[in-house]
């Protein structure tokens, strides 16, 4: 298991940019694997968590979410109720999923799909492995519960996936509430 | 077949002559041209291509399908939609008589807008347990006791259970542990477990 923590601010100061809403061809579409230490993949990287840092109650975004053909996304459950074992903030490249396994059902809402929230089983432990942008690194990370979700949901989106596309029936679609 | 357009405050219009709900008819058209939306419900025997069928009339008067629910209760169709549809009810009727006189029954019902996405306390209720008069009731009583709005139910009886699953929006700060405490009061004697939980949603 892998228990080091994934120091994010290495990649210096990323621009906060828009996000990708649905019904975009860009979240439809599976994205291609990139080098990790490419100087673009790196300022990819700083961009997702500048991102995502800014973005109200969001734990994750994934590249085709900000535009990016890439297979890269970001992640930080950090101090979410739901969450057990916590890698803190990450950004990992090129990512498979190793073993996945104890589907539970969750509801889901998308920064990308701002209407809708939708029930979607997914595997509660999992192991994930994947590249460290900058040094290259290989790391394979075993988690759980909504880590494992978050997770799941980003790998979703490089593959080219919504919840939309997993939800559990036909009425397990809704209207998105309203924060106040 | 009775078909009448009724005022704009009118009620939905049920069949003349006839008190008792029959399959096979329009059950009313409710015209209210300041209104957008057309509600149409369609209930009765089930057999591929309904949807279909009711979908393309939408289409082929010029509507704009928007939110839709269909299911098979007991093995009935039941479906409604709500539709946007500029050229009023008429024309949808006209194209839905031929499926109005087989065993459906098809109504059309104007709507005004309503806002989405309510906001608040977000819970799953779940009741279970041998089938008796009453559950439901008592059960949403409770829930609209403390201000819990339905927003999504479904009811199925299997052999000996019955099963209530209903999604409920509350007051937010909602003491959902004393709504618990209160429906294990009143659904206990009625020997059904009755258990409501936070469902929250998770943005990613």
Redesign the interface.
């Known amino acids: 298991m892998a228990t080091r923590s994934f120091d994010v601010d290495q990649f210096g100061t990323g621009a906060v940019l828009p996000v990708v809403t649905a019904p975009n061809p860009m979240l439809s579409t599976s994205c291609q694997p990139v080098s990790p230490t490419a100087a673009k993949t790196i300022q990819l990287a700083a961009d997702l968590v500048a991102t995502m840092a800014v973005s109200p109650?969001?734990?994750?975004l994934a590249a085709n979410q900000l535009g990016a053909d890439a297979r890269v996304f970001s992640l930080d459950v950090t101090g979410?109720p739901?969450a057990r074992t916590v890698h803190g903030a990450l950004v990992l490249v090129n990512p498979e999923v190793v073993s996945a396994s104890r589907k539970e059902r969750?509801?889901?809402?998308?920064?990308s799909v701002p209407?809708f929230?939708g029930d979607v089983r997914r595997a509660s432990r999992l192991i994930i492995a994947g590249y460290l942008p900058g040094t290259g690194e290989p790391v394979e990370i075993e988690t759980n519960a909504?880590e494992a979700?978050?997770f799941l949901?980003?790998l979703d989106h490089i593959d080219g996936l919504l919840?939309l596309d997993r939800v559990a029936g036909?009425?397990a679609i809704?209207?998105?509430?309203?924060?106040? | 077949m009775s078909l009448k357009s009724g005022a704009p405050t009118s009620p939905p219009q049920e069949r003349s002559g006839n008190s008792q709900p029959t399959l096979g008819c329009f059950c009313g058209v409710v015209s209210m041209w300041n209104m957008p939306l057309l509600a149409v419900t369609v209930v009765g025997h089930d057999r591929p291509g309904i949807v279909a069928e009711v979908t393309e009339a939408v289409s082929e008067v010029g509507g704009n399908l928007e939110d839709s629910s269909m299911t098979l209760l007991r093995g009935h169709f039941a479906m409604t939609l709500i539709a946007d549809v500029p050229a009023g009810p008429e024309p949808l009727r006209v194209r839905l008589v031929d499926l109005a006189r087989e065993d459906l029954s098809v109504s059309i019902l104007a709507l005004p807008q309503e806002p989405t996405g309510e906001s608040g306390l977000l819970a799953r209720l779940s009741v279970h347990g041998a089938d008796r008069p009453g559950i439901v009731s008592t059960a949403t009583a409770t829930v609209a006791r403390y201000g819990g709005n339905i927003v999504d139910l479904a009811t199925r009886l299997g052999s000996e259970m019955y099963v209530l699953i209903a999604e409920v929006i509350f007051p937010a700060n909602t003491d959902l542990v004393k709504i618990n405490d209160e429906l294990a009061t009143v659904m206990n004697p009625l020997g059904v477990q009755a258990s409501l939980q936070p469902d929250d949603e998770d943005l990613f």
């Open positions: 109650g969001c734990v994750g979410h739901k969750a509801r889901e809402g998308c920064m209407d929230t909504f979700r978050a949901h980003e919840f036909a009425h809704h209207p998105r509430q309203t924060y106040q």
